[in-house]
């Protein structure tokens, strides 16, 4: 069996509607909270399909 990783980077607002619309069904989800002002790398953002911004890394 393989294994996925799977990084999103999402502010708080968006997460919420992100699984539920694309890991509604989906099991092993872990979620990880980031304080932004203690991270050392920039933090770059781009626009989704949906014209949305969302951050990574």
Known sequence: MSKKALFLC??????????????K?????VLLSINESKFTSAIKSEKSTNNEIYPYL
Do not use: F, P, S, W
């Not at 999402?10 to 890991?23: H, N, S």
């Open 10 to 23: 999402l502010k708080i607002v968006k997460v919420i509607d992100t699984l539920e619309r694309y890991y």
């Open 25 to 29: 069904n989906e099991g092993n989800l």
